[in-house]
């Protein structure tokens, strides 16, 4: 069915794109046909389930040298706007842009892992677009034939200690890059791979490991980041803007939240301490604290509204143990895993009520759905040892594409409904 447009007549197509939900359950198809006695005899069987409304289908499966542990990313096909691509690296430092159909277009050696997002910027400013990321050596910019930009890769200072963050302040394209190195410096770059002699910023007490952050409010600019004891807040230039009165030992598997102001509140930005505490930062350099449970030091937080009543939650994963509590610190759901999945999950919008989070347990090969009630959504667990990305291979799609990596080096593309 994911390729019926491609190899049907354009007026059957036509016909056939508003019942294609129920077309995509019919679960078997078969036709046997046989001459006997100077006839043709054949025999069909055609099997309908109801049930398959919301299992995932695989459209394609891609094959690649080694194991795929970088999450795969949804990029633009600048020449085709409509379409999309996918952007990945395997264990053995190849970086791939794989088309829609599952084709591997190209392949790249890099010097080492991806750390972070891979971003798309307009470096030329002429509509075309290339991607950029870091490896802990070098900040590199490929275009999309494969090649790098002039100038690139461009050696840091010192080794990298997350990944790039990149920032269009005014969205006029004169694009910066934020990257923060083992010496404890937090290192400026223009678009030409070019240190900013105009920040100013000295050095953090320890290592940064979290991407640096960019938060407008009102009509001031905040630039973000945190190292193990000590929260920093900086205007453009690297100069201090907000001294928070909040002093305690980060999560370091977490990064800030940035909620926004309404009637009882002011914005503030949210994250956890070592043991899950929650913070909230105000820009006037005041604080509040909400106790939930105790968690270990590896937990991993998320803030978002998972019930749909206009409030955000706490969403922690800690070991085994995935656990969502509402806005009042209530419990809403747990789901323990056998295994502990030891990497960060996610939080999937669908749309503005509806809203799922995403689970990868590597030692399984699963992947994980779960609704806001705390089950697992139709077809889940499914085969999958990445973190994954749902969006669309093509605009106007009734479907979303889920596109994970999976034991022995096999990219999967799912329908998901």
């Known amino acids: 069915m994911p390729f019926f447009k491609d190899i049907i ?12 939900e129920h077309l995509l359950r019919l679960e078997a198809f078969g036709w046997e046909f046989g001459p006997e006695n100077g006839m043709i005899y054949n025999s069909a069987l055609l099997r309908y389930n109801p049930n398959l409304r919301e299992r995932p289908q695989t459209v394609w499966s891609s094959h690649l040298e080694t194991d795929i542990q970088f999450k795969p990313q949804f990029v633009i096909n600048h020449y085709d706007r409509a379409n999309r691509e996918v952007v990945v ?18 392949k790249i050696k890099l010097p080492g892992p991806i750390m972070g997002d891979v971003y798309q910027i307009d470096y030329y400013k002429n509509g075309k677009l290339q991607y950029l990321f870091n490896t802990p050596g070098e900040l590199h910019l490929i275009d999309r034939n494969g090649n790098y930009v002039e100038n690139y890769p461009v050696k840091l200072r010192s080794k990298a200690t997350n990944g790039v963050a990149v920032f269009d302040y005014d969205h006029n394209k004169n694009y910066r890059f934020f990257i923060a190195c083992a010496d404890h410096h937090v290192y400026l770059y223009d678009k030409r791979g070019k240190l900013v002699p105009g920040w ?4 953090t007490e320890h290592e940064v490991t979290q991407p640096v952050e960019h938060f407008r409010v009102g009509n001031r600019d905040y630039i973000v980041f945190f190292d193990k004891n000590r929260t920093y807040i900086e205007d453009r230039k690297g100069n201090n803007r907000v001294q928070s009165k909040a002093q305690y030992v980060h999560s370091m598997n977490n990064n ?3 909620e926004k102001g309404n009637g009882s509140h002011a914005a503030r930005l949210v994250g956890t301490d070592e043991h899950g505490k ?3 930062l105000y820009f ?10 105790n968690f270990s030091p590896s937990h991993y937080f998320m803030y978002d509204d998972m019930n749909a009543d206009g409030k955000n939650d706490f969403v922690y994963l800690d070991g085994n143990d995935l656990t969502v509590y509402d806005s009042g610190g209530k419990k809403m759901f747990s789901h323990h895993f056998k295994e502990a999945p030891g990497r960060a999950p996610q939080i999937y919008t669908f749309s503005a009520n509806n809203k799922k989070i995403g689970v990868v347990n ?3 090969n699963l992947i994980y759905m779960f609704n806001k009630d705390g089950s697992l959504y139709n077809g889940f667990p499914m085969a999958g040892n990445s973190r994954f990305s749902i969006g669309f291979f093509t605009s106007g799609s009734q479907h979303f594409n889920l ?12 329908y998901v409904q």
Do not use: C, M
Request: hydrophobic letters at 30%; charged letters at 30%.
């Open 89 to 106: 690296q395997d264990t053995d430092n190849n970086f791939y842009l794989i088309n829609k159909e599952g084709r591997v277009l190209w």
């Open 256 to 258: 800030f939240v940035l």
């Open 9 to 20: 007549h354009q007026e059957i197509s036509q016909k056939l794109e508003p019942k294609l």
């Open 403 to 414: 596109v994970v990596g999976s034991a022995d080096g096999f990219l999967y593309n799912y």
């Open 278 to 280: 929650v913070y909230f």
């Open 200 to 203: 100013t910023f000295g050095k």
């Open 362 to 364: 590597p030692k399984e």
């Open 284 to 293: 006037n350099g005041d604080y509040e604290t909400k106790e939930i449970e």
